[in-house]
């Protein structure tokens, strides 16, 4: 049981470039949320989707775009990067039910570097 | 809408003495309370959460959480300090219990020896 598998790991960016982080669970979990993580500022709610075809936006939105085509899979994209995109991602699923948040499994992490 | 202050972004004990980190929150609908640990370089692991019911709720690695509604208080703590504990600790709350959830800045814990 893999739980939420993040790629890639790390990354190094050009500013203006874009990109795709990739976000899959196989929990069966209907809810999925990316975060960026800054030092002294905690986990930031970028996007998040409450199922398959359902995304909203999170506290920090602009520069990112998200889908959520499959229950499994809820990539985060970076339109043109800029030096402010310098951090950590986090995607993160829920083991809610009935609408319930219960709790999130996180990924490891992907580590992005925009110069 | 929600938010989160925890209280102290560093915390410093002896091993084997009382660890308590302070979490304050805010929301307009009952709330739904987390406790979350990251070691260097991981990701979050959930270590307790209040939804409804009883307001002392008991996690792993022997860390616990009182509610405290009148103080929209949910501070973490744990009898006595290892040296495993070293992390950082994240409070995190959502409105009601809905998916959208807000977290706290973090709270370093360091263990001495």
């Known amino acids: 049981n893999a739980g939420v598998t993040q790629t890639p790991k790390f990354q190094v960016l050009k500013t203006g470039q874009s990109m795709t982080l990739q976000c899959a669970q196989d929990?069966?979990?209907?809810?999925m949320s990316w975060y960026r993580q800054d030092p002294g500022m905690g986990l930031r709610l970028i996007h998040y989707?409450?199922?398959?075809?359902?995304?909203d936006q999170g506290e920090v939105p602009n520069g990112y775009n998200v889908s959520r085509s499959t229950t499994e899979d809820f990539p985060l994209r970076l339109l043109s990067a800029a030096p402010s995109q310098t951090s950590v991602y986090f995607c993160?699923?829920?083991?809610?039910?009935?609408?319930?948040?219960?709790?999130?499994?996180f990924g490891s992490g992907t580590r992005l570097t925009v110069v | 809408a929600q938010s989160v202050t925890q209280l102290g972004s560093h915390v410093s004990v002896s091993e084997g003495a009382l660890v308590l980190l302070r979490c304050n929150y805010s929301?307009?609908?009952?709330?739904?309370l987390f406790w979350y640990v990251q070691y260097p370089n991981q990701g979050l692991q959930l270590l307790l959460k209040?939804?409804?019911?009883?307001?002392l709720v008991k996690g792993i690695n022997g860390f616990e959480a009182e509610f405290k509604k009148s103080e929209t208080s949910f501070h973490l703590t744990k009898p006595s300090a290892h040296m495993s504990d070293a992390a950082e600790y994240f409070c995190?709350?959502?409105?009601?219990?809905?998916?959208?959830?807000?977290f706290g800045a973090g709270t370093r814990l360091f263990v001495k020896a």
């Open positions: 929990m069966n979990h209907e809810y």
């Open positions: 209040y939804t409804t019911g009883a307001t």
């Open positions: 989707s409450v199922g398959a075809g359902i995304t």
């Open positions: 993160a699923s829920s083991s809610g039910m009935g609408q319930v948040n219960y709790g999130y499994t």
């Open positions: 995190a709350v959502s409105e009601g219990g809905g998916f959208k959830t807000i």
């Open positions: 929301s307009s609908v009952p709330p739904y």
